[in-house]
């Protein structure tokens, strides 16, 4: 009796599934209870928390090269100098699509090189890059994504602290009566028309309550983050790419 090979040289030739980061990134987001430990939403984390000083940097860049390059229009130097500013924001742009790539899973291929003609001299060169759109989208992706990434950034810092804050309160909630003399956590404390407010998390239900509320934020932080670097993405996808 003869046993065939072809199931067997089948399965050898078949491509082996992604595994480790690429294949979390190609299964999408993960799901809601796993959400707050996957390593995906850590990535997205800090794709905003470090989108905070890249804007600052291409928001600073594109304005003050389009404003200097406008107000140099009368000039023959204002030409080069907004073909510069163009020039940067491709590279500006080709940097954020691989930022997109690593940390959002998001691959766009990028826009045709400008066509520059080589025998027609500086001046036909410097008239194909000002006529790229490609490089004018760019330039316009680095003023429209700063007040987002600021939000973005201020957002998911806040929720992804004060979630996990709040949720381990019971895990160091002995701290206070013991080293800060309060009661328990210091909700407020003020005085007011010659009246002291005060309220203080002490009881042990008081302290579960509040940690359920931790928690609560700690799994809606994933969607809240998850939304806003979706922002992102459709920014680059339709400035950044072809």
Same mark, same amino acid.
């Given at each position: 009796m003869s046993i065939s090979a072809q199931p067997y040289a089948a399965a050898a030739a078949a491509p082996s599934a992604p595994s480790g980061p690429a294949a979390e990134r190609s299964a999408g987001a993960p799901g809601f209870w796993r959400a707050p430990f996957a390593a995906s939403t850590y990535r997205e984390i800090g794709y905003t928390v470090a989108s905070l000083p890249i804007a600052i940097v291409g928001f600073t860049f594109a304005v003050? !090269?389009?404003?200097? &390059?406008?107000? #140099?229009?009368?000039?023959? $130097?204002?030409? *080069? %100098? #907004?073909?510069?500013?163009?020039? &940067?924001?491709?590279?500006?742009?080709?940097?954020?699509?691989?930022?997109? +790539?690593?940390? $959002? @899973?998001?691959?766009?291929?990028?826009?045709? =090189?400008?066509?520059? *003609?080589?025998? =027609? /001299?500086?001046?036909? @060169? !410097?008239?194909?890059?000002?006529?790229? @759109?490609?490089?004018?989208?760019?330039?316009?992706?680095?003023v429209v994504t700063f007040p987002t990434r600021v939000v973005s950034f201020v957002l998911s810092v806040t929720? #992804?602290?004060?979630?996990?804050?709040?949720?381990?309160?019971?895990?160091?909630?002995?701290?206070? *009566? +013991?080293?800060?003399?309060? *009661?328990?956590?210091?909700?407020?404390?003020?005085?007011? @028309? /010659?009246?002291?407010?005060?309220?203080?998390?002490?009881?042990? %239900?008081q302290i579960a309550g509040a940690s359920l509320l931790g928690l609560v934020i700690v799994f809606l932080t994933p969607k809240l983050v998850r939304a806003l670097t979706n922002i992102d993405r459709a920014a680059v996808r339709s400035m950044l790419g072809k």
């Open positions: 003050t !090269m389009f404003s200097l &390059g406008v107000g #140099l229009f009368v000039t023959v $130097l204002g030409l *080069p %100098v #907004l073909a510069a500013a163009l020039a &940067g924001a491709r590279g500006l742009g080709a940097a954020e699509r691989g930022r997109a +790539r690593s940390q $959002l @899973g998001l691959d766009v291929a990028g826009p045709a =090189a400008v066509q520059t *003609p080589r025998d =027609a /001299g500086a001046w036909a @060169g !410097m008239r194909a890059r000002l006529s790229d @759109g490609a490089g004018w989208r760019a330039l316009l992706f680095q929720f #992804l602290v004060t979630g996990w804050v709040v949720a381990l309160l019971p895990v160091y909630s002995w701290v206070f *009566p +013991r080293y800060l003399d309060w *009661p328990g956590y210091r909700v407020f404390d003020y005085t007011s @028309g /010659g009246e002291r407010h005060e309220f203080y998390l002490e009881a042990p %239900v």
